[in-house]
Each structure stands twice: as structure tokens, then as C-alpha cells.
């Protein structure tokens, strides 16, 4: 199959601006090539994908980013800025698509999801998030009656937000497992990982850090300056060690030596990418259940599950976390979330797309 993946509109492949889409995208790409299909991408200017992924050409446009839909009200209207990247970037892909068997859209907007009422190139659409826009929501449930497959979606309680797809597609997310390496570091610190913004919930897992008078490692883009700092006000000072925003392989390496990771969504996370990373490196989470974390992390196995908002539930798991056995967080990965798996599940995916169009 001849691929054209079109990237998100936030930031360069690299920059952490675009949250896991980044890494998301490189994923699929190593999948996809190790099962023999080609693939270009079409990134913002500067984006770097895996050495590996060098097989892949990737095609580079400039221009203004979207703003996060997450950061918008539900009702805001569509907003488009003078050179458009997001515009630029699907110029770019329909060129080079006359080509192509399928497009693949993984940027969250509008634009693209709207271009597939008109065009004649099948085009799939990989939804990044739960609904945060109510312009957008709207749109794919129009769509969907016309293209009933053009979506797929990373976990079950993601596609919940968008109830009007009876049978959804779900891919899940694949992890390249030779990034990772598992440590055994059962005495390590504790760890949490994401992009610095209110929907991510930092301020809960500092409460964990602060009530067991320890640190808090925080790896990742500080997206929201004024929340961060908030945060760090509200705590003695060297609670949070904030640890910056690294590529894979340093994260990891610094990731495994956590004898646990928090994670608190606030919002219905579609997957949490981290959480896998984590695994991977032999890692246990202690997360809320809400959205994806609640279908990846197997309680009391994995690590451990409480209820949404539930600080001090997470506190008395993270004092048990040493009854995880850190190689079955490894082993779940491996099962589940390789880029084999979740290249498979994509072609699956795109050839019920195709279809549509024969
Ligand atoms: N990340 C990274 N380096 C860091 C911190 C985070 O590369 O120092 C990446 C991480 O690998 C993950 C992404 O940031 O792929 C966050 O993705 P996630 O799905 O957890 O949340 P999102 O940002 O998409 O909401």
C-alpha cells in the first residue's frame, strides 16, 4: 500500500508541541514499513522522524499552527490563520496522493475532516481525542453516514465521546520496544510524564509527592507557564524536579529508574502514550480511571486504577506499588502495543477506507 500521512498542525515532529501524535506517527511509520508498505509523511518544517523511519520521505511545509482544540471552548468556531500550516500541509498530501492508495489525516480539526465530503482519494481520519469541539463532533457524525469507516479511534471510551458511531474502530497505539529499555529500579523515584497543561492534572500527583515528603520528577513541554507555576506555588519548594521536555531514548532512561509512574487525567484521555512508555521500561502506573488509562493499566497487575479525582486512593497505591512485578509491565507491552500490532490493525483499517471508494 502506498501511504500519505498527514502530521499535526502543533509543532514539528520533535518539538513535544504536538503531545503524542508525535510519537504516534513515528510508530506507525516503523509498522508500516516493516510490513512493506511505503510511506510519505507530510510534517511541519524542522520535523524529525526515527533514523529507522529513513525509508519514509518526508515532505516539509511552512506555515501558521492551529491552536489546540483542548485549549478552546467546546461551541468556538473554526479559526484558520493567514498562511495556514494545517491548509499547506493538505495541499501538499493531495499532491502527492494522486499517487497514493489512502491519505491518513492525524491532525484533530476541522479542515481535513470537512475536505472528505469533496474529494474522490480515499481519505481515513486516526481521531487523537476525545470530543473537545463541538464544530468538529458535528462534522464527523455528517461524514460517518456517507463514510462509515473514515474514522478510527486509539481506545474504546475515546469513541464513547462520539456515540453516533455504532461499531467504531479502535487501534489502540504501538510502541517501538527496542527504544525502551526494562530496568529493574524498584526503589527508584516517583515520575510523571506529559505535556504541563490543565487537562493533564500535575497538581494531583505534586498532593501524592508532597504527602509522602518526597520528590516529583515532571518530564515534559511546559504548555501552560501560569499553571505550572501555580502548581509550584502551592508546594514547598523541590517538590516538583522539573526534568525538561527529552527525546525518547533519554526519557526512557531516565523513565525506567522510577519505581512508579502517576498519571491524572482530567479529561477523557483518548490513549496516554506515557503509560505505555512507562510499561515498557518495567514501570507500574498509578492512574485514574478515566479514559484510556482505565483500559491499558490492569489493576493490580500493571499498577493500580482510582477513581477520577481520587488523590488519596492514588497516594495508598503508590505505598503499595512494590507488589507489581515490573516484568509483566513489560510483557503487557510487548503483547499488546507493538508497531506490529498496531501497524496491522491500521492496514485492517485502511482497507475497509479504500473500499468505500470502489
Ligand atoms: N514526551 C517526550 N519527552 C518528554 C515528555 C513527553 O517525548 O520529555 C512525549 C511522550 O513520549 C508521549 C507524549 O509526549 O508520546 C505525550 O503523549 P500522551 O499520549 O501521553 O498525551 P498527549 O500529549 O497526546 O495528550
Known amino acids: 500500500m502506498r501511504i500519505v500521512l498527514i502530521s499535526t498542525p502543533i509543532g514539528f515532529l520533535g518539538s513535544g508541541k504536538g503531545g ?54 467546546y ?24 499517487k497514493a492508495d489512502v491519505l491518513l489525516n492525524m491532525s484533530y480539526d476541522w479542515l481535513p475532516i470537512w475536505m472528505t465530503l469533496n474529494l474522490d482519494i480515499p481519505i481515513a481520519h486516526l481521531i487523537s481525542m476525545g470530543s473537545e469541539s463541538s464544530v468538529i463532533s458535528n462534522l464527523i457524525s455528517k461524514v460517518y453516514t456517507k463514510y462509515p469507516y473514515s474514522f ?14 455504532r461499531k467504531p474502530t479502535i487501534i489502540g497505539n504501538g510502541f517501538k520496544l527496542d527504544n525502551y529499555i526494562f530496568q529493574d529500579s524498584i526503589k527508584g523515584p516517583l515520575g510523571w510524564v506529559g505535556r504541563v497543561a490543565p487537562e493533564k492534572g500535575l497538581e494531583d500527583a505534586v498532593y ?14 511546559i504548555e501552560d507557564e501560569n499553571y ?19 527525546s525518547t531514548n533519554e526519557l526512557q532512561k531516565q ?12 479529561w477523557n484521555e483518548a490513549y496516554g502514550n506515557v503509560i505505555v512508555e512507562a510499561l515498557a521500561c518495567g514501570v507500574p502506573v498509578v492512574a485514574y480511571k478515566r479514559g484510556g488509562p482505565s483500559e491499558i493499566i490492569q489493576h493490580g497487575k500493571t499498577g493500580y486504577l482510582a477513581d477520577p479525582d481520587d488523590k488519596e486512593t492514588m497516594l495508598s497505591y503508590v505505598e503499595i506499588i512494590e507488589k507489581i512485578n515490573r516484568k509483566k509491565c513489560r510483557e503487557w507491552v510487548e503483547k499488546n502495543a507493538s508497531t506490529e500490532i498496531f501497524a496491522n490493525k491500521v492496514v485492517s483499517w485502511l482497507n475497509k477506507v479504500i473500499n468505500q471508494y470502489k
Request: glycine share 8%; aromatic share 8%; with cysteine.
Open 75 to 98: 461551541n468556538s468556531p473554526v479559526s484558520i490563520p493567514d498562511n495556514s500550516l494545517l491548509a499547506g500541509m493538505l495541499e501538499k498530501g493531495l499532491d502527492i496522493a494522486k
Open 208 to 221: 501524592v509527592a508532597n504527602e509522602l515528603e518526597e520528590k516529583l520528577n515532571v518530564w515534559g513541554v
Open 152 to 165: 478510527a479511534f486509539h481506545s474504546k471510551i475515546q469513541a464513547n465521546d462520539y456515540p453516533f458511531i
Open 20 to 73: 503524542g501524535v508525535e510519537l504516534t506517527l513515528n510508530s506507525l511509520v516503523s509498522g508500516l514499513l516493516s510490513l512493506g508498505h511505503s510511506v510519505e509523511v507530510v510534517a511541519p518544517k524542522n520535523s524529525k522522524l526515527y533514523k529507522s523511519n529513513e525509508k519514509a520521505k518526508l515532505h516539509f511545509v511552512e506555515g501558521e499552527d492551529q491552536v489546540s482544540w483542548q485549549h478552546q471552548n
Open 228 to 246: 505550572a507555576s501555580k502548581i509550584e506555588q502551592s508546594y514547598p519548594r523541590g517538590t516538583i524536579d522539573w526534568m525538561g521536555f527529552l
Open 255 to 266: 523513565l525506567g529508574k522510577c519505581r512508579v509512574l502517576l498519571n491524572t487525567p482530567k
